[in-house]
């Protein structure tokens, strides 16, 4: 917690000497449960969903145009499904986590016109809203340790890049990221729950006013 506060400040502080762009990120993300219960037991036929996230915030771009630090608000979806064949139970889980993310985009080749970038984030996020679907009942999961608490999840993406202007550019990325454990582990309770994700996104890129920059097309 505090590395991921010294980050954020590390980020405003740098506002004042690079130059600044506004980016905001739509895109899809195949989201899975990973439970481990006290005793080492999983939870059998866990199966994964499709869900969509919203981020959007700032670009720091540092001296010398390869690499900019990013601040930026974060909405993300989680879900899973699982059946009980032997009780006859269906199960489902959507959450929506709101947060902040801090991160770094490193631009390692290009061709062209294009860019291609790495972007190693992380992000502290809080349940907003969640509910569990057992057969025809739902159960809302505010209060419930395993989900009702701070979510610490660190992201690794790919991605290339390509100017629409000289203002502003478009973005393809995927990343994958996988979420801290859930749950605080006592002595006594040893339960393990996280969140693994596969994203692929489309983001806009476009430069603030006094932007010392330019998306250049070759």
């Not at 899975?32 to 080492?40: L, M, R, T």
């Not at 959450?95 to 490193?106: D, F």
Request: with cysteine; charged share 15%; proline share 3%.
């Amino acid at each position: 917690m505090k590395r991921f506060v010294v980050l954020i400040a590390m980020l405003c502080l740098s506002k004042s000497m690079t130059s600044q762009l506004l980016y905001a990120e739509w895109g899809q993300t195949i989201t899975s449960f990973d439970y481990k219960n006290s005793a080492g037991g999983t939870l059998e036929n866990l199966q994964s969903q499709i869900t969509s996230y919203l981020h959007a915030g700032y670009q720091f771009q540092l001296p010398g145009d390869k690499v900019t630090l990013s601040l930026g608000a974060v909405l993300n979806t989680y879900g899973a499904v699982a059946s009980d064949a032997l009780l006859d139970n269906y199960f489902e889980w959507n959450t929506t986590y709101a947060g902040l993310q801090g991160g770094m985009t490193y631009y390692f080749a290009r061709s062209k016109s294009f860019q291609f970038f790495v972007k190693p984030t992380v992000a502290l996020e809080y349940l907003v809203r969640g509910t569990q679907t057992l057969n025809n009942q739902v159960f809302d999961l505010s209060g419930e340790d395993e989900f009702d608490n701070f979510l610490v999840v660190p992201r690794l993406g790919l991605g290339i890049q390509y100017p629409i202007s000289n203002k502003a550019a478009l973005y393809l990325t995927y990343t994958y990221g996988r979420s801290f454990s859930l749950v605080n582990a006592r002595p006594e309770d040893n339960e393990k729950l996280s969140i693994n994700m596969h994203s692929v996104g489309l983001g806009l890129l476009i430069q603030l006013p006094g932007c010392r920059c330019a998306f250049k097309s070759f």
